[in-house]
Nanobody, 124 residues
């Protein structure tokens, strides 16, 4: 069993930065691919970024490539999403996710655990 708790959301102006954190409980954190998804009002939840459990394999949505960076600290059971050059289209509730296979996590159909979400609002 893995429980995920996000933090770090808030209100920021266009061009600003935020860092989201996701703290995981459970002894098997190190064996999970960790990912971030987001859901804007009136839209479906979409993939943002993912990172494999042991290697540096990372995947990003085209819309955030070059602006967002996903990282993880397995010793702290925490995954981060550094978001730079934020734009209003980044406004959404951001969810942390955990799954076994990175490609399935990226596809959104291999999620075993979800966090409760944290709101990110980017003002113009």
């Amino acid at each position: 069993q893995v429980q995920l708790v996000e933090s770090g959301g808030g209100l920021v102006q266009t061009g600003g930065s935020l860092r989201l954190s996701c703290a995981a409980s459970g002894r098997t954190f190190n064996f999970y691919t960790m990912g971030w998804f987001r859901q804007a009002p009136g839209k479906e939840r979409e993939f943002v970024a993912a990172r494999g459990w042991s290697s540096g394999s990372t995947y990003y949505a085209d819309s955030v490539q070059g602006r967002f960076v996903i990282s993880r600290d397995n010793a702290k059971n925490t995954v981060y999403l550094q978001m730079n050059s934020l734009i209003p289209d980044d406004t959404a509730v951001y969810y942390c996710a955990a799954g076994k296979l990175i490609r399935a996590v990226v596809a959104g159909n291999g999620i075993d655990y979800w966090g409760q979400g944290t709101q990110v609002t980017v003002s113009s």
